[in-house]
């Protein structure tokens, strides 16, 4: 679902391309998709200082390690705070503006704390590199919000796919990892403490907040053949694409006779609506329930193949700019709905995005295997987050403290968010994901992973989690 910094937009026979760019962090309902099982569990989002101490003690005193009461106050203001259920513009934002969780508070760079002093000797705390965007600082894992109370077991299924394509440095955590049990979270977290080290990742001018989306893989209804109701064709790529570069705009290839030539028999399927086309160009990748002219159904996936070149320009801006939706509204239903009211405006709403992404179908033997990210292996609901790779390798664990839509879209105004403080792996990026402390979290697949992704707007800190006694590569 992504493709890799730098390729070119024709077919790359290697590893899984980029998925081009993240939504507007805006969805709509999809007909006939029911949502992963993964995509609907819950995030464990609990809290309390004495608790949270009293956790970390433990898996330090399994190892032989002891901590004392110096290191509380520290974590006590590394503690998150409660799901809350808060109305626009009271204390937290909604998503729509930009969900402002409680930032993570820590102690000065280079302070040991009892726990980190105990733990296997490593970086220096403190010690600060630069990678990209990013700078990286060493820092306790005190530091890290919500620690003890993520089921971290859950992370296991994402750490050993991307083990075979990680880097280097992760050899032996990788290795020790693979005798561990997704249902023991104790055993993973002390393999974190033992093997790990934490990073605080920031901006080069020291900023450690930025942003974190959602983005989930859709799933819509297709025809193999063109009818009155399904007429929107989705393409694969054009046989002269290496041949003109940039390709043609997306207007282009609705209007100019040589380049909709090139479109001519590349067509893959079509689905209802070409606001469903846009949609899975945006996500990158995608499910169809897809008919045959015998009539038989079977759901295949389609893959990012290509894409025209050509710079993302977002159609939900774009209406805001005009004063045709405010914020709030410039979601998909919005959109769609704002569409359904001026037919007329659709071709010139969506050439206002001049790419267009390109597709290859897939079998998909197995519903519960996610697609694959940047790094060539399956996501993760849940647990796979799409990153700049210039400030955090693919691969890397990170731990992040955010927000998240709690629920299903509330039919009143009042917006319900939770905490969000988990570890991830970085799988995947997007044409829409740069920045040193910037991510995008994969909710799954089907109806309610698109609507949560839909409604994911928060404030982010992030910490790499990488092997002990190891630097990241420059």
């Not at 970390?56 to 032989?64: I, S, V």
Request: charged share 20%.
């Amino acid at each position: 679902m992504a493709q890799r910094p730098g390729a070119l937009s024709s077919v790359d026979g290697g590893s899984p391309l980029r998925r081009p760019e993240n939504i507007v962090h805006q969805t709509m309902k999809m007909s006939n998709a029911k949502a992963a099982s993964a995509s609907s569990s819950r995030i464990h989002m609990r809290s309390g200082y004495r608790r949270f101490w009293d956790g970390l003690a433990k898996p330090a005193r399994r190892l032989g390690l002891l901590a004392t009461a110096a290191g509380l106050a520290v974590l006590m203001a590394a503690c998150a705070l409660t799901p809350r259920t808060l109305p626009p513009g009271a204390g937290a934002r909604t998503p729509e503006s930009g969900s402002v969780p409680a930032t993570a508070s820590h102690p000065p760079a280079g302070t040991g704390t009892p726990l980190e002093n105990k733990l296997p000797a490593g970086i220096a705390l403190g010690e600060r590199l630069e990678r990209g965007p990013a700078v990286w600082v060493r820092v306790p894992w005190d530091e890290l919000p919500g620690l003890q109370d993520d089921p971290v077991g859950e992370l296991l299924g994402a750490l050993l796919k991307g083990c075979p394509r990680a880097q280097p440095a992760w050899q032996q955590a990788c290795a020790s990892a693979r005798g561990l049990h997704p249902t023991d979270h104790e055993a993973v977290r002390r393999w974190m403490l033992q093997h790990l080290q934490p990073w605080r990742i920031e901006d080069r001018s020291g900023d450690r907040h930025g942003l974190l989306t959602g983005y989930y893989e859709p799933h819509f209804e297709a025809r193999r053949l063109p009818n009155a109701q399904f007429s929107a064709p989705l393409h694969q790529p054009p046989a002269d694409i290496a041949t003109r570069r940039p390709y043609w705009t997306r207007q282009q290839l609705d209007t100019v006779r040589e380049a909709r030539a090139g479109l001519r028999g590349r067509e893959l399927a079509y689905l209802r609506d070409p606001l469903d086309v846009l949609v899975l160009q945006i996500q990158g990748s995608g499910r169809l329930t897809i008919t045959e002219p015998d009539g038989q159904q079977r759901m295949v996936r389609l893959a990012f193949a290509a894409h025209n070149d050509q710079p993302y320009g977002s159609v939900g801006r774009w209406l805001i700019e005009q004063g045709h939706l405010s914020p709030a509204q410039a979601t998909w239903p919005g959109i769609k709905d704002w569409l359904q009211r001026h037919p007329r405006r659709v071709q010139e709403v969506l050439w206002k995005n001049p790419r267009v992404v390109f597709f290859k179908e897939e079998p998909l033997n197995d519903p519960d295997v996610g697609p694959r990210g940047a790094l060539g292996v399956p996501l993760t609901p849940l647990r796979s987050m799409a990153v700049d790779p210039r400030s955090v390798p693919y691969g890397t664990a990170v731990w992040i403290h955010s927000t998240a839509p709690a629920g299903p879209a509330p039919s009143s105004r009042l917006q319900s968010i939770q905490n969000l403080q988990r570890v991830v792996m970085a799988q995947d990026t997007g044409g829409a994901i740069t920045g040193a402390v910037r991510g995008d979290y994969f909710w799954g697949w089907g109806e309610v992973a698109g609507e949560r992704a839909g409604r994911m707007r928060g404030r982010l800190q992030m910490w790499a989690l990488w092997p002990i006694g190891q630097r990241p590569p420059p």
